[in-house]
């Protein structure tokens, strides 16, 4: 039987709560640490899916080694969705689970590679921020889409960047991983610089768009919810 894992008595329930813990975390970002050279150590893909009839939220954790990229451990938990679904909060809907997902690995997860957003928020506290400071882990956010932010068309060699603006400001880059293919969008979460989170980015896509980290999370993920429903039904 799936434990469902609980969540925090102290977890925000509104939009209130959860925009003033946002503003009281953001101070505690740190961006002047370089972070874990790419290659080394562990990188550790995070990755959510649900089943929204059910209010069930699967989180999966996946480590890699930086070096060969072989999956070292894997773990998931399974929660109630705990937060509505509000543009710019997602993070109050799957950071309960996934710390339960990281709670249960058996060795350290090094540098968090959250397939969403850090720096690149309308409020500078993504995913991969929030997750940051929770742990205080190098983490870094990878997404599949620009969100509100804008950017022009990065050259299509891979490796090419550009800003991903918002206004004049920029808060992260739109990269290309493979050769004219769509860019991902690499923003910093906590103790890594965005250069060094581009970098981990093209060293974890040596064959697909997406990082490593983040295709193996994601079908991980996917699996445990559908055990999970299983079970619940």
């Known amino acids: 039987m799936t434990k469902i894992a609980p969540v925090p ?27 874990p050279e790419p290659g080394t150590g562990h990188v550790t893909g995070l990755d959510v899916a649900y089943d929204d009839e ?14 060969t990229l072989e999956t070292v451990a894997e773990s998931t ?24 997902a990281l709670s249960a690995l058996p060795c350290p997860p090094g540098l968090l590679i959250c397939d969403g ?5 309308p409020r500078r506290f993504g995913l991969a921020c929030h ?4 742990t205080d882990l190098p983490a870094i956010g990878v997404a ?3 969100f509100t932010f804008t950017h022009a068309d990065p050259a299509a060699p891979r490796g090419s960047t550009a800003p991903l603006l918002d206004g004049t400001e920029e808060v992260g880059r739109a990269l290309r991983t493979r050769d004219a ?31 490593e980290t983040t295709r193996r999370a994601d079908a ?7 055990e999970a429903v299983g079970e619940a039904g």
């Open 131 to 134: 997750l940051g400071v929770l």
């Open 144 to 146: 599949k889409n620009p």
């Open 220 to 226: 991980l993920c996917r699996r445990a919810l559908r």
């Open 54 to 67: 059910r209010d069930l939220v699967a989180a999966a954790a996946v480590v890699l080694d930086a070096a």
């Open 181 to 211: 293919v769509k860019p991902v969008y690499v923003s910093a979460g906590h103790r890594v610089t965005l250069p060094n989170a581009i970098a981990h980015t093209l060293a974890l896509t040596p064959r697909y768009r997406l990082p």
């Open 117 to 121: 957003y850090g720096l690149a928020h």
């Open 77 to 100: 938990a399974v929660g109630r969705v705990s937060f509505p679904y509000v543009p710019g909060l997602l993070a109050f809907r799957e950071i309960p689970t996934l710390l339960a």
């Open 9 to 35: 008595e102290d977890w925000s329930t509104t939009e209130t709560e959860a925009r003033a813990v946002q503003d009281a975390l953001r101070a505690r970002v740190i961006l002047d640490e370089a972070g």
